[in-house]
């Protein structure tokens, strides 16, 4: 079974700009979250999606969205690129409900300059 | 805001020694759940308990729930040099809000 895929693995982008990043997850998991990872911190939820549906959001400013399509991929945008966005955005795949915890793919790493 | 506060930052030991990181949260949860992370292999899951267990174990790992103190311990037995990486708990909250909270992660070194 293919793992979460995350597109692209890695991006640099100019303050101002806006970027696209794409999660397939598991075959079967139909539920998707999405986490931005900074050193200092740490992991910070998005949001999570699920059935197409957002069913849960982080505390992160409307530059951030993101969709889920019928085929359980998921995307992110950013609009507006900061320099303090500049992360690790990790994107988990997972049943719904979690019981077995959550399969993380191998996240893109952001750089805004 | 981070939920899970892990303890200590960092833990260095030799290979076969025991490894022991514990983690504090705040609210009431549905589970808790350990990730390891390192450069290879990602963010990886290792073991969920749920908030009515009170012990678990998986291989060499052994995790311990008390939710009277809001607190978990990952154990990691006869610990070995693939064991070093980062290691998070993670909760899901309890009712409707399901999202995982993350602590900042205890950093381990097992030494050949």
């Known amino acids: 079974k293919a793992g979460v895929t995350q597109t692209p693995r890695y991006l640099i982008k100019t303050r101002g700009q806006q970027v696209t990043l794409s999660c397939s997850p598991i075959?079967?998991?139909?539920?998707v979250s999405w986490y931005q990872q900074t050193p200092g911190q740490g992991l910070q939820f998005l949001f999570e999606y699920f059935s197409e549906t957002q069913r849960n959001k982080g505390n992160f400013p409307g530059r951030f969205s993101g969709r889920q399509f019928s085929n359980s991929r998921s995307e992110m945008n950013v609009s507006t690129l900061e320099l303090g966005d500049s992360a690790l955005y990790l994107c988990?795949?997972?049943?719904?409900?979690?019981?077995?915890?959550?399969?993380f793919g191998q996240g893109t790493r952001l750089t805004v300059v | 805001s981070q939920q899970g506060e892990e303890d200590p930052q960092a833990l260095s030991i030799q290979e076969g020694e025991n490894a022991t990181m514990n983690c504090s949260y705040k609210t009431s949860i549905n589970n808790l759940q350990w990730y390891r992370q390192n450069s290879g292999r990602g963010l990886v899951h290792l073991i969920l308990?749920?908030?009515n267990e009170r012990e678990k174990h998986s291989g060499r790992l052994r995790v311990t729930l008390d939710t009277s103190k809001k607190s978990s311990s990952l154990l990691i037995t006869a610990s070995r040099a693939a064991d070093t990486a980062s290691y998070f708990c993670a909760t899901e909250g309890a009712g409707n809000n399901r999202k995982l909270i993350w602590g900042l992660g205890t950093s381990l070194a097992v030494n050949p």
């Open positions: 075959s079967g998991h139909r539920s």
């Open positions: 988990a795949s997972s049943l719904y409900p979690r019981e077995a915890g959550a399969f």
């Open positions: 308990i749920r908030s």
